[in-house]
């Protein structure tokens, strides 16, 4: 892809590493054409390059550098890939080089180097915690500054394209899982292993081994890689052994549960065909075994971000890991051990490693010793108290420290360095601890939070438990394998511990801040300084809580994982108690930034949630029918003809046609979705006399009835009918929304309320086709299409109901009329549906038989003031809708007990009324608020709502509307005003009568 | 990611169940006789407790029982399920 020219990798050692030099690697960096090789991160590579300048800061922009070679780092974010894989704020020191990779730094403007932002670091004392919210809250126009000001402290930005990669979910159950694969889990693993148990291990990076990758201890009187080869060797023999690479545990939750994020193809260029970006992983397990390691902390003093500043460890993993040498001239600032053990390790490397600054007074005779071997300057007792150096360090002025640590020496002495590798002490790894529900306790020893009680199973092992020595670290491992497998039922396994050669430890001595003049920061991240968090408690602060949400520390992509500690810290010391008593704030998942796409998986696009077809849809898409979605189902709205293309004048041809061919002859319509339950038992006839509002004792077999249902506290729940077909056999319908909650309804009353009576019920919608016949001709094309031939009245009056056959199918035939006209419901067994449905169009072609959508039909109900979903919106009662007819005084029923209370029976409770325009061709909207005066002074008294609304009725000619207003149909005449001031609309309309249309029902009859 | 055991089919993840709601609130018996204030604290009234709680869980995509479900709400654990006519508040405070 790039020329493969080696000019640029001038910070590359000749040898070593854990990098292949025969397979060179092409990638760019804000367009830059660059060279690293495979089994460099993009971190490694760009500092293989020279490249010390990476972003700029997230609020002052200033100039920053890599400063860790992990996942805690907090600088090196990069909009990584473009287009629409561009993926912002991934961390440099995650990436693992892919040929073709491109990356742009972010948080600048124009470019790196020149950032017109920068501005805001030389009005830093402007800056401070809780200025934005000081400046610009409470005053007009928040929303207007909110735009540029998040656009200046932006991250990166994202595009709108559709993600082109999949994701998948998978679950995992074991007996053990161990969370992390370094020298704790490697050995826990090796113990529970052999046990006999079930165990996951999973780890984020390539390679196994965790720090001992990057690290030059012995293990039983050899490198540790050699160790970590042996125990991969055993642990690949063993068949109970499942290991998970470059998968990273993000949150623990309730029930034990662990979830990972797996990055299957993030390595490379684009997934393979057939692969998966990322997979979920939800793991369920016994025990779960956190070995998650720890973080080294930075100091706090002037200056401590520039580039050219790194954590100690970081710069060890890079000369070791990646044969990058990270500084010609390093200075190394520690309070404890690790500044030894990295400035020998970069001093035995040939690096020009020129001193090491101890704040403490004493280390012990080895490291003094190897200093001296290696011409290494020993400081103690001093702090480094500024740096110096714009784009990248220059050297830095070191200082001697009060035994108290409070103030520092008059004098100064300037050191040129290009390189400070900093360590504060390390801190354990405590997020999935947190997240299981544990608080972790300070523990003054190592200066740091280790965990305390355990609320789940969870188990911190290792230096993620506060044991940060190697030999601490599979001990502790080793054991907890073992004991837990045995707790489990596992055989017991015979094991040693293997032996290291570490040199005694001198204690960390804590250092949270170090005194002088100038930006000392704590979260790099969300550029929150010293300074922010003195003022914050000076502001009256004191809970860490309240300090992490006013200052934003912890607050970003990284979520504090170097800054927690030291500004918990600092907030103690400025509040003069101790730590334990101050706290820490909780860690909340997930650990890493997550992606949105593994958390959807597959669950996208069609499959983001079920499409259910009736048993007819086939004939429908044949024939012209324009789907609209009702819930889960598919319906057709209406169906256009032959040359018709779907526009709003065609809608209004083809709705009008589709109406007015079932008022003057006869059309069919698809009711499949309608709920369905099947009700069967003794006691059927009294469950539903307690559950509809009017009587059902006496309903004959053969004969159907329409019901109302309620809610508990009176307000109207659904309505349908309900059909006797045998002694103890009924056919309930519900509405097509509401058909899964009437079912749960009717389960709660069976199971809780009256568990003594003798029914049974189930849902059989998706057993039964069903098609609505309606129109004068409906008999004569029903009567050629059944084997029985007669459906006159007195074979089959209205409101009956039989059990016929069609071409031989069973079949059940109602009538009944949602449209008002001579119409019968036909359903059939599910898998015959399309095969009646054709056989009734067939035979009704003479008669002009037309298909209908639920446009025509919602238009036709309207026109007989039918109530539905617009009315039935769960805030009226029976009485509002005028069903008051159905509500039996001779019974119980569900939400009776509460239809009589005060507001119920309020006269000036809005009731269903008719409502057409007074010009008789304005379309009133569904929604619009009725008003007596629309020229009223705000707020405008409020008489009722357009409830649902025909733009046209075909059979009269002009627009109809259902409302609810106060007084209800004693209004009739009267003219109001519908607004919709949303929209800018607002007609006069006239009050009628809800039954627009054959108000006698005659028509019912044909 | 609580998992919450089915009478009747056994232990299973509760993405197959629905949340019903306060499984310690009954309809009064004689619903006629019950006044006022009986049937708005059977409706609306409904406690927030901090710990044990006793609710109804039904196995909505399994066998559609509705479950009787005693929860801790501070950390999600499930002490116990039953049957709704279950006291399983007693039971597990018997049990303790
Ligand atoms: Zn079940």
Same mark, same amino acid.
């Given at each position: 892809m790039f020329s493969k020219k080696n000019k640029q990798q001038t910070r590359r050692l000749s040898s070593g590493g854990l990098i292949n030099r025969s397979k060179p690697i092409g990638f760019k960096f804000d367009g830059k054409p660059l060279m690293g090789y495979d089994g460099d991160t993009l971190a490694s590579a760009l500092l293989a390059n020279n490249i010390k300048l990476v972003g700029r800061s997230f609020k002052y922009h200033r100039p920053r550098g890599i400063y860790t070679a992990g996942t805690e780092e907090p600088n090196a974010l990069m909009a990584l890939r473009t287009n629409a894989r561009i993926e912002p704020n991934t961390r440099a020191t995650n990436i693992e080089l892919f040929d073709g990779l491109e990356a742009k730094s972010q948080n600048r403007w124009p470019n790196l180097f020149f950032d017109f932002m920068q501005i805001n670091n030389l009005a830093g004392p402007l800056f401070t915690a809780g200025f934005y919210y000081k400046t610009f809250m409470g005053i007009p126009g928040w929303h207007f500054y909110e735009h540029f000001i998040r656009k200046a402290a932006g991250m990166g930005s994202t595009n709108l394209a559709r993600d082109p990669d999949t994701y998948d979910k998978k679950n995992a159950f074991c007996d053990i899982l161990i969370i992390g694969g370094g020298p704790t889990g490697l050995s826990a693993a090796l113990t529970a292993g052999r046990s006999g148990a079930r165990v996951l291990l999973i780890d984020s990076s390539k390679l196994l081994g965790g720090q001992l990758i990057w690290e030059l201890d012995q293990i039983d009187g050899r490198p540790a890689f050699q160790w970590i080869e042996s125990a991969l060797e055993e642990l690949k023999e063993m068949k109970n052994v499942t290991i998970a690479q470059r998968t990273t545990a993000f949150g623990y939750y309730d029930s034990n549960v662990v979830n990972a994020i797996e990055s299957v193809s993030d390595h490379l260029p684009t997934p393979d065909p057939h692969s998966v970006r990322q997979r979920l992983w939800q793991i369920r397990a016994q025990k779960v075994i956190i070995a998650t390691g720890a973080t080294e902390r930075p100091l706090v003093f002037s200056n401590n971000d520039r580039p050219g500043i790194m954590l100690a460890s970081a710069a060890r993993r890079y000369v070791n890991q990646f044969a990058v040498k990270p500084g010609n001239r390093v200075v190394i600032f520690a309070n404890n051990d690790d500044g030894y053990k990295t400035a020998v390790n970069l001093a035995e490397k040939d690096i020009d490693v020129r001193a090491v600054v101890d704040s403490r007074t004493h280390v012990n005779q080895f490291w003094k010793t190897k200093l001296d071997k290696l011409g290494v300057e020993l400081i103690l007792g001093s702090a480094v108290i500024n740096t110096h150096g714009h784009f990248g360090l220059t050297g830095i002025d070191i200082a001697s420290l009060s035994s108290d640590q409070k103030s520092i020496g008059s004098q100064s002495s300037f050191m040129s360095a290009d390189l400070l590798a900093i360590s504060g002490g390390w801190s354990p790894n405590v997020h999935l601890y947190c997240h299981a529900g544990g608080r972790p306790q300070y523990e003054a020893s190592i200066a740091a939070f280790i965990p305390g009680v355990r609320s789940q199973s969870e188990y911190p092992a290792g230096a993620s438990n506060g044991a940060f020595s190697l030999i601490d670290c599979v001990t502790e491992g080793t054991n907890c394998g073992s004991q837990l497998a045995t707790e489990l039922g596992f055989s017991k396994t015979i094991f040693s511990i293997p032996k290291t050669d570490e040199p005694t430890v001198t204690p960390i001595k804590a250092l949270w801040r170090i005194p002088g003049k100038g930006k000392k920061f704590v979260d790099i991240q969300d550029d929150v300084t010293e300074s922010d968090i003195k003022l914050a408690h000076q502001e009256g602060y004191i809970s860490v809580e309240h300090l992490k949400r006013y200052t934003? *520390? #912890?607050? #970003?992509t990284d979520q504090g994982k170097t800054s927690n500690m030291n500004g918990h810290a600092i907030m103690a010391e400025e509040r003069g108690e101790a730590i334990e008593t101050v706290g820490t704030t909780m860690f909340r998942p997930p650990y890493i930034p997550i992606a949105m796409g593994p958390l959807a998986g597959r669950d996208i696009g069609q499959s983001y949630s079920a499409k259910r077809k009736s048993a007819i849809h086939n004939w429908h898409h044949e024939n012209g029918a324009i789907f609209v979605d009702a819930g889960q189902w598919l319906r057709p709205q209406y169906y256009l003809r032959n040359g018709e293309t779907n526009t709003t004048e065609n809608m209004d041809v083809a709705i009008t046609r589709e109406v007015q061919g079932t008022r003057g002859n006869v059309g069919m319509v698809d009711v499949s979705t309608l709920g369905k339950i099947d009700i069967q038992g003794a006691d059927s006839g009294e469950f539903l006399n307690r559950i509809y509002t009017n009587g059902w004792t006496k309903l004959a077999i053969g004969k159907a009835r329409y019901g109302l249902m309620l809610r508990e506290d009176g307000i109207v729940f659904d309505d349908g009918t309900t059909s006797r077909l045998s002694e103890h056999h009924y056919f309930m319908t519900t509405t097509t929304s509401n058909a899964a909650s009437v079912l749960s309804h009717m389960e709660y009353c069976l199971q809780?309320?009256? &568990?003594? *009576?003798d029914v049974k019920i189930s849902s059989v919608t998706e057993q039964w086709a069903a098609m609505a016949i309606a129109g004068p001709k409906s008999r004569d094309v029903l009567e050629k299409s059944i084997d029985e031939k007669n459906l006159s009245n007195e074979a089959l009056p209205f409101m009956g109901v039989k059990q016929i056959s069609i071409d031989g199918i069973p079949a059940l035939i109602f009538r009944i009329s949602f449209s008002g006209e001579l119409a019968y419901e036909v359903n059939v067994p599910a898998d015959y549906g399309e095969y009646v449905w054709r056989r009734i169009m067939k035979k009704g072609k003479t008669d002009n038989i037309i298909p209908y959508g639920t446009e025509a039909m919602a238009i036709m109900r309207i026109e007989k003031g039918h109530v539905a979903g617009g009315e039935l919106d769960g805030r009226t009662t029976p009485d509002d809708l005028g !069903?008051? /007819? *159905?509500? @039996? @005084?001779?019974k119980e029923f569900i939400g009776r007990r509460l239809l009589n209370r005060e507001g119920f029976i309020d006269p000036n409770r809005p009731k269903l009324v008719g409502l057409i325009p007074i010009d008789g061709k304005s379309r009133i909207r569904t929604g619009s608020i009725l008003v007596k005066d629309p020229n009223a002074s705000l707020p405008m008294p409020k008489l009722g709502h357009v409830s649902s609304g025909a733009? *046209? @009725? &075909?059979? !009269? /000619?002009h627009p109809i509307s259902l409302g609810l207003i106060k007084g209800g149909t004693d209004r009739i005449g009267e003219t109001v005003w519908a607004t919709s001031p949303l929209h800018g609309e607002t007609n006069e309309v006239k009050i009628v009568d809800p039954v627009f249309y054959d108000k006698q029902g005659e028509r019912l009859n044909g | 990611m609580i998992r919450i055991k089915c009478p009747y089919c056994g232990l299973r993840d509760h993405s197959e169940f629905n949340y019903i709601g306060d499984a310690t609130k009954l309809r009064p018996v004689n619903p006629e006789v019950a006044n006022d204030d009986e049937w708005f604290d059977y409706i609306y009234v409904r406690d927030n407790p901090r710990g044990v709680h006793q609710e109804y869980w039904q196995h909505i995509t399994g066998c559609r029982s509705y479950v009787k479900v005693l929860r801790n709400t501070v950390t999600h654990e499930v002490l116990k399920t039953g049957l709704p006519s279950d006291d399983l508040l007693f039971s597990y405070e018997a049990e303790k």
């Open positions: 934003t *520390l #912890g607050m #970003g809780i309320h009256w &568990p003594d *009576l !069903l008051n /007819k *159905l509500i @039996s @005084s001779k733009y *046209l @009725s &075909p059979t !009269l /000619k | -």
